[in-house]
């Protein structure tokens, strides 16, 4: 409800990927009149409007009886006060959204209420069926109640009829008589009844058995007279029924039990309703813990996502400003680095590198955390794990030092997962070179990648080394954006949450095993491609290497497969049809990078150079001195979205 139709065409456009139903109102009393017309799940009020204002309009909704159950979320265009908040809570609102509304925090809001309230209508008529049921066997089982009471009542003129057995056990004697419906009842043949006590007292069921002895031991003890009791009895053809007992002792002058005489009947029918509406009873408690377990999960990823979204706005701007103002600074130090300087001033000019290095790191981290490349291609394309392993082997092996063993355990068959093929690359990357940092002190170790189909359905990911491994207190915050225990000089604390990041989309879940000791594995639970679903087939665009230094091209080479790049060598410029170009020089002669991108836009250059300096507007990059494999493939990532996109 909003008294600005465009606001209202903006919230529609953002909540139609739902699939709700989407019922707009201009005014506080049109609002109201579609309230008491219709059944409401979500109500998005505006805080200011001219009528009334959204906390006394949340208040008359929440009045009603009919919209109990309705939640209320408040949009505001000013920075509200905590008391504002509180006012908002105590008219009934449940959420607040601030303007500029971030379509996916909106989107996600009213999907999770809408879901509640289906949960909670579910829950009404589960519950009222469930009443229903009970009333109805409640209603059978008093008017079975009155039936015995009334044969109770005539039990000596119709015993027969009544289906009640009757009993009289002599104490002194031991004599049992039964009538033939007690015999019935207890799954005795008439023709095998002895007239012995042992031969009833041998049905009754195993577990009930010490307790009826019992009873009647303390009934004679206590002198009472009246005996009742409910158990059960295990008949031969294996069945097991409830029968209620009940009898009266009569005592001699002396106040000898004599006689105990009494009636029998089967209540199974009962005994069964009671712990029919014992289990529904049980299991209304497991669906609500169930459901509130469910709601905080939800709760707690939709937490995540607005951090992520977030630090995402704040890393996108930070990135830019810092790549712009680091450029002029690394080409005046490599400038400095060609003269003839003094010793001390030559360290410092070092250490200011090394700094300018750290934040160059820190820079491509937040790029590639505010990228998002996948997005919209995460629920679309999917990942064929043993062929993915093919291309990736060289260059995981490249992200951690050569003493160190990388080994996959991937079975034939597996299914392919859905999620974004060069965000699922890049994951499985930061969580190797992770690993790989992790084993470096100790000199030696191995870093395993596996896969299996879990029991739900989903592929489990994992990424194990068998290094030092994690405190708990670091375990429970290693996912959290910018946590490292690394120096600042080496880690950023991207590298995580990027990878947290990449599972979400995918609609999975990451879990973190590790103690001191016994190593740290990362699984990734990933859902499984809809094998009915074709995917797109696109045309791999052209990548062409001009680079003369073999292991450079080896692992450029990896890094482009991966990104489902056309790799081809060439010691000239590249074909007309070439997407990206990555050159050491050698064929700048023949042809300059700013010719190359310029005849289309959506070409893409890196140009490998000790003398940078190039060009500002981003389509050329260069990558000096040798850079590391995390670098090259963090900017390689983001050239091949850019160019795929044109």
């Not at 506080?28 to 219709?38: D, K, P, S, V």
């Not at 003890?221 to 009940?246: C, F, I, K, N, S």
């Not at 607005?306 to 450029?327: K, S, V």
């Not at 690993?435 to 870093?447: E, I, M, P, S």
């Amino acid at each position: 409800m909003d008294d600005q139709p465009a606001k209202l065409l903006t919230y529609e456009a953002i909540l139609a990927d739902l699939g709700e139903n989407l019922i707009r109102a201009e005014s506080a009393r049109e609002a109201l009149e579609i309230l008491l017309r219709q059944e409401v799940a979500v109500v998005l009020l505006d805080v200011c409007m001219p009528e009334l204002d959204g906390f006394e309009l949340a208040e008359m909704i929440r009045q009603h009886p009919r919209c109990q159950r309705v939640s209320i979320i408040l949009v505001s265009a000013v920075l509200l006060s905590d008391l504002d908040r509180l006012k908002g809570y105590g008219s009934g609102a449940m959420d607040y959204v601030p303007v500029p509304v971030v379509p996916e925090i909106l989107r996600a809001k009213v999907a999770i209420f809408a879901d509640l309230y289906r949960k909670n209508r579910t829950l009404e008529r589960v519950n009222e069926e469930l009443e229903a049921r009970v009333e109805a066997r409640t209603a059978a089982l008093a008017a079975t109640t009155a039936q015995l009471q009334e044969s109770e009542e005539r039990f000596r003129l119709a015993t027969a009829a009544g289906q009640c057995g009757t009993w009289d056990w002599e104490l002194p004697t031991g004599r049992l008589a039964c009538s033939d419906e007690t015999l019935r009842l207890i799954g005795l043949p008439v023709a095998e009844f002895a007239g012995r006590i042992d031969q009833v007292v041998a049905r009754i069921h195993p577990d009930d058995r010490e307790r009826v002895l019992a009873r009647l031991t303390a009934l004679a003890a206590e002198r009472q007279a009246t005996y009742a009791e409910e158990h059960r009895m295990a008949l031969p053809d294996g069945r097991v029924v409830w029968l209620a007992t009940q009898g009266r002792l009569s005592y001699d002058d002396d106040g000898t039990p004599q006689r105990l005489v009494g009636v029998c009947f089967d209540v199974t029918e009962r005994k069964e309703a009671e712990l029919e509406r014992r289990r529904h009873r049980d299991e209304l408690a497991r669906l609500v813990e169930e459901r509130t377990r469910e709601l905080e999960e939800s709760y707690q990823r939709l937490r995540f996502s607005e951090r992520m979204a977030a630090i995402g706005t704040l890393a996108a701007g930070i990135g830019h400003d810092l790549g712009n103002l680091l450029l002029p600074v690394r080409m005046r130090l490599d400038t400095l680095q060609t003269r003839d300087l003094p010793p001390d001033v030559r360290r410092d000019l070092t250490a200011i590198q090394k700094a300018t290095q750290y934040v160059q790191k820190l820079t491509s981290g937040l790029r590639l955390l505010a990228l998002d490349p996948d997005q919209r291609a995460a629920s679309t394309e999917s990942v064929d794990l043993e062929e993915w392993w093919s291309e990736a082997e060289p260059l995981l092996r490249s992200a951690v030092p050569s003493n160190i063993e990388v080994r996959a355990r991937i079975p034939a068959g597996i299914p392919p997962i859905q999620v974004g093929r060069s965000a699922f690359a890049q994951a499985v990357f930061n969580l190797v070179q992770n690993a790989g940092d992790a084993l470096q002190q100790r000199g030696v170790g191995v870093v395993e990648v596996s896969a299996e189909v879990e029991p739900d359905g989903r592929v489990a990911v994992r990424v194990r080394d068998d290094g030092p491994g994690m405190p708990e207190e670091v375990r429970q915050r290693c996912l959290e954006p910018f946590f490292t225990t690394r120096s600042r000089s080496f880690s950023t604390g991207l590298g995580l949450p990027l990878v947290v990041s990449v599972v979400h989309r995918a609609g999975g879940a990451i879990e973190v095993d590790s103690a001191p000791g016994r190593g740290t594995t990362f699984t990734l639970h990933l859902p499984v491609a809809p094998l009915a679903v074709e995917p797109e087939r696109v045309t791999a665009p052209l990548a062409v290497l001009t680079v003369k230094d073999v292991r450079t091209r080896a692992v450029m080479s990896s890094i482009l497969k991966m990104l489902h790049f056309q790799v081809e060598t060439a010691a000239h410029p590249p074909a007309a049809e070439a997407r990206l170009w990555i050159t050491d020089g050698s064929a700048l002669a023949a042809e300059a990078p700013e010719a190359f991108v310029g005849r289309h836009p959506a070409r893409r250059a890196v140009v490998l150079t000790n003398s940078p300096g190039r060009n500002a507007d981003g389509r050329i990059v260069e990558l000096t001195g040798h850079p590391k494999p995390g670098e090259v493939r963090a900017t390689l990532t983001r050239l091949a979205a850019e160019c795929q996109r044109g």
